[in-house]
């Protein structure tokens, strides 16, 4: 059984930082690139950062390009996203999810999201 838990969300100010974390399991993540989305109140679920298997490659929605990090430890199956400069705009429930790239980056386990970590930014 897949099961994607994420951690690490909070609030925090305008320019705080967190480290959110994503506990993959009941599959071999470390084959897959994993990924990043968000969605805020009333928004759709969009993309926001993603990682090759082997994480030697990362991708950033221009939102969040220079602010994020995504990194990897495949011997935990753990996917990390560190947020540096937050601003209010990030404010959302952040998931995590294995991903493919075709004309954009799509969630492989749609039906297995986690519970997500909500992420809120005060100005």
């Known amino acids: 059984q897949v099961q994607l838990v994420e951690s690490g969300g909070g609030l925090v100010q305008a320019g705080g930082s967190l480290r959110l974390s994503c506990a993959a399991s009941?599959?071999?993540?470390?084959?897959?690139?994993m990924g990043w989305f968000r969605q805020a109140p009333g928004k759709e679920r969009e993309f926001v950062a993603a990682?090759?298997?082997?994480?030697?490659?990362?991708y950033y929605a221009d939102s969040v390009k220079v602010r994020f990090t995504i990194s990897r430890d495949n011997a935990k199956n753990t996917v990390y996203l560190q947020m540096n400069s937050l601003k209010p705009e990030d404010t959302a429930v952040y998931y995590c999810?294995?991903?493919?790239?075709?004309?954009?980056?799509?969630?492989?386990?749609?039906?297995?999201w986690g519970q997500g970590t909500q992420v809120t930014v005060s100005s």
């Open positions: 009941g599959r071999t993540f470390s084959t897959y690139a």
């Open positions: 999810n294995a991903v493919k790239y075709g004309s954009s980056w799509t969630p492989i386990m749609q039906d297995y």
């Open positions: 990682i090759s298997w082997s994480g030697g490659t990362t």
